[in-house]
């Protein structure tokens, strides 16, 4: 596979704009995969069929989809898969936002629009309802002209869809490069640690020990604090740095698999395809497809 670059697009934001709203119906798609420094909001209606890449998610969407983006690192692209449609309404919202730094993100008011940008460093997908709730403002937010009103009809969009707690992350961290984001620094200690040794042999015991809990307990406080057991989440670890070697080296998929920490390239792709909805080899093939040399 030939090793090119992601598209960096230049974005048609001045210094001193805050946002970028494009309202449009297209026939179908041809953009190629790409990123960019500014955060996006991408709504698309009547797109079935359609393919979604947001960094190592690679997934098929339905009628309704809406994504936001907080990451200027994470490559994104909507391509035409298998939709038939040749009326797709799509609304673009590209925004900047130092939600890191900016005190204001630290307010009660906006605790529920700061943890939905952390989780958004991956890629976030919001549920059919989310996209109702907001679905009225979407459709309005191009239409106001005075870019006051317009950056309030956006923050009004954020904070209402800040409240829907089963959106869902697309991207694993890994391939992402966001560091994790945690609520206690137990489970902190314990991804730092993952983070630095994934290709280790990590065992239960060891990691609980290292928090001063016993393997029962900690196995309960991890996967409630998470979503996910340890082991669920090494893996995710695992496939998401194996994912980044599929698309930035010309390694072979053996050499990728074992440098990751899986054991046996059977059960690496025995995972990756049940993560990824592919296999190794068709993901690479994927991303060579809609990459382009900049």
């Known amino acids: 596979m030939e090793n090119t670059e992601i598209l960096q697009e230049i974005t048609p934001l001045e210094s001193h ?3 970028y709203v494009a309202d449009r119906h297209k026939a179908g798609y041809d953009y190629p995969l790409h990123r960019h420094d500014l955060f996006e909001m991408n709504f698309v209606e009547h ?41 797709i309404h799509e609304v673009t919202i590209q925004f900047t936002i130092d939600f890191h730094n900016d005190r204001i993100f630290d307010t009660n008011p906006m605790q529920s629009v700061k943890k939905m940008f952390c989780r958004a460093e991956r890629g976030l997908t919001f549920p059919l309802s989310a996209i109702m709730t907001v679905y009225p403002r979407l459709l309005k937010l191009s239409q106001i002209k005075e870019g ?13 869809l800040s409240k829907f707690d089963d959106a869902r992350e697309l991207s694993s961290s890994s391939f992402a490069c ?27 015991e060891q990691v609980s020990s290292m928090v001063s809990m016993s393997p029962t307990a900690f196995s309960r406080f991890f996967k409630l604090r998470t979503g996910k057991t340890l082991a669920e989440y090494i893996v995710d670890i695992r496939l998401g740095h194996a994912a980044r070697k599929l698309i930035d080296t010309n390694e072979p998929v053996s050499q990728i698999c ?34 382009v040399i900049v």
């Open 47 to 87: 797109g079935a069929g359609c393919e979604r890449i947001v960094g190592d998610s690679v997934e098929t969407i339905g009628d309704y989809d809406l994504v936001l983006i907080t990451s200027p690192n994470l490559e994104h692209m909507w391509g035409q898969g298998e939709c038939k449609c040749t009326d």
């Open 17 to 19: 704009d805050f946002m």
């Open 148 to 160: 006051f009103y317009a950056m309030m009809e956006l923050f009004q969009i954020l904070y209402e």
């Open 178 to 204: 966001v560091k994790p984001n945690t609520e206690s620094r137990r489970v902190a200690k314990v991804k730092d640690y993952i983070t630095a040794h994934y290709i280790e042999d990590i065992r239960l």
């Open 258 to 291: 074992f440098s990751c920490g899986f054991n046996t390239l059977t059960n690496f792709n025995r995972l990756f395809k049940k993560r990824k909805g592919c296999s190794p080899t068709e993901f690479r093939e994927k991303y060579a497809k809609t990459k």
